[in-house]
């Protein structure tokens, strides 16, 4: 995967296919943190990313240990299905989903005519990740990537995300200063910056792809990351079923997966188990 993940990075012209000088030297403390950063800036020229988008970039970031203590304390994902389906708010996100299914119905037609995934998942998705956009996160995001590619535990998963936010900055779709969750995930369904450069979809027609203020950019996106995963029009999503194996991309834990595939099939009428 990781070998995917930089051709790609490289066919966009995004990293170069020079080789690179030596990487920076991860930690386990903030203790190294600016010398890793001095690093990092020395050495991602050599990788194809503009000095200047690099210096803009870093002026403010810090070792963020907030997002330490996030990556290092995730434990809702070892509930079990009732008890993560009380703690996230599954039955408020079914009730308001419906809402929001009804309410934007041109918008998911639209989305499921281009990617042939319908209204139920994203809304699942959308609810549990931001509570549909009312709350995405105060971290700097920034901060929060660079400070994961310092950290020895994924340093590698993260310095690739890190080169690909410096291409979201360089291209204009994110500002030195946002601000979002606490592993550097990016608007109204948290999308980490190397999906927003692979997946990200412009839903609106604006020309741009703004995953904050553009519900439509941020579920078309979902939409099309779940197509790359392997979703395919017109077959279900429950489990066992063909379309859950690309419900299983969104996201490693098995208790989520389910709560996706349980919210989304309740919001669709369809008859769905939460065993």
Known sequence: MKKIILAGLIATGFLSVTPALA??????D???FARWAEDFKRVAPSSGVNPSVVERAFANISYNRETIRADRGQKSFKLSFDEFMRKRGGATIISRGKSMRSGNASLFASIERRYGVPAGPLIAIWGMETGFGSFMGNQHTLSAVATLAYDCRRSAYFTEQLYAALQLVARGDLSISARGAA???IGQTQFLPLNVVRYGADGDGDGRIDMVRSRADALASTANFLRGHGWRAGVGYQPGEPNFAAIQGWNAASVYQRAIAY??????GLQTSSR
Do not use: F
Not at 23 to 28: E, K, L, R, S, Y
Not at 263 to 268: A, F, K
């Open 23 to 28: 990487a920076p030297q991860c930690g386990n």
């Open 183 to 185: 592993h550097g995930e």
């Open 263 to 268: 919210i989304g099939g309740q919001i669709d």
């Open 30 to 32: 903030s203790s190294g």
